[in-house]
Nanobody, 124 residues
Framework: QVRLVESGGGLVQAGGSLRLSCAAS????????MGWFRQAPGKEREFVAA????????YYADSVKGRFTISRDNTKNTIYLQMNSLKPEDTAVYYC?????????????????WGQGTQVTVSS
């Protein structure tokens, strides 16, 4: 059974930090690439960051470069998103996703499996 479970969301003040986790199991754990997306109220889902299981190659959206860090623990089949210097515009539901692509990709359509999401709210 494919399963991606996010955790770590919450309420934080602007400038603060949060770390999101995504535990993968089933077929999703065999995916080549894992990524984080987010969806703010009234907006479309957008790419945040991606990482390859082998090599740990990362790719970030311009909006989060220098502030967010994606990482993975292969032994735990878990990926993380360390979010620093959070801004109110980072407020969104954050989704973990798995892709069968060989290289890190920002395209939503390249991701086959999705978690249920975790809410991140940044207050000003």
């Amino acid at each position: 059974q494919v399963r991606l479970v996010e955790s770590g969301g919450g309420l934080v003040q602007a400038g603060g930090s949060l770390r999101l986790s995504c535990a993968a199991s089933g077929r999703a754990s065999s995916s080549y690439v894992m990524g984080w997306f987010r969806q703010a109220p009234g907006k479309e889902r957008e790419f945040v960051a991606a990482i390859s299981w082998s090599g740990g190659v990362t790719y970030y959206a311009d909006s989060v470069k220098g502030r967010f860090t994606i990482s993975r623990d292969n032994t735990k089949n878990t990926i993380y998103l360390q979010m620093n210097s959070l801004k109110p515009e980072d407020t969104a539901v954050y989704y973990c996703a798995a892709s069968q692509m060989i290289f890190t990709t920002s395209s939503l359509s390249d991701y086959s499996y999705w978690g249920q999401g975790t809410q991140v709210t940044v207050s000003s």
